[in-house]
């Protein structure tokens, strides 16, 4: 059966949602990011929104704008970085569509990660050692997860070429 959705996963600053620009452009699909489309539904940035209601209020908001987007034909969706990680998320991804986690290393998502970091609320007020320390432990916290996608891509190194492959031979 053809693929009709791609989930993008993997820890924030893996390049979730550059990727699926690329891809969107390239396979001529629709581009959809879940933290957009968060802070569309609920008037607010998610930072703000951890503020105010705490990361469990956030985590079920989440939860609800993926179930959202599960109809949504020929899409490449970026996933938050810690999606897949609760509930039955990564279930139901695996379900109504490709999942592709986007391997970094940690010293990988420290170089591109400090660019967006401030408006990431777990590690906006984090830098050097502590930075680093939470990025490890998280990652060891979260792979159980990440890499139940199925496909693991080694995003250091693969090129958009290589995403388009993978999608059209699962297709
Ligand atoms: C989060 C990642 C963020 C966003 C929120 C929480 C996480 O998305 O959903 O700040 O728990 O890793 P990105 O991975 O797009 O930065």
């Not at 908001?61 to 996933?79: D, F, P």
């Not at 660019?115 to 984090?126: D, H, I, M, S, T």
Request: proline share 2%; aromatic share 10%.
């Amino acid at each position: 059966m053809a693929v009709e959705r791609v989930f993008l996963i993997g820890f924030m600053g893996s390049g979730k949602s550059t990727l699926g620009r690329w891809l969107k452009n390239a396979l001529g699909w629709s581009f959809i990011d879940m933290d957009e489309v968060f802070e569309a539904e609920y008037k607010t940035t998610i930072k703000q929104f951890f503020a105010d209601k705490g990361e469990a209020a956030f985590r079920e908001a989440e939860r609800a704008v993926l179930h959202s987007l599960l109809n949504e034909k020929k899409a490449i969706i970026a996933t938050g970085g810690g999606a897949p990680c609760f509930f039955d998320n990564l279930e139901v991804m695996n379900k109504h569509g490709l999942t592709i986690y986007l391997k970094l290393s940690v010293d990988g998502i420290i170089s591109r990660i400090s660019g967006g970091k401030n408006v990431r609320p777990l590690v906006a007020e984090k830098s050097g050692d502590e930075l680093r320390q939470f990025i490890t432990e998280k990652l060891i916290e979260r792979e159980p997860f990440y890499t139940k996608a199925r496909v693991i891509a080694d995003a250091e190194v693969l090129g958009v070429e290589g995403y388009v492959k993978i999608i059209e031979q699962a297709g």
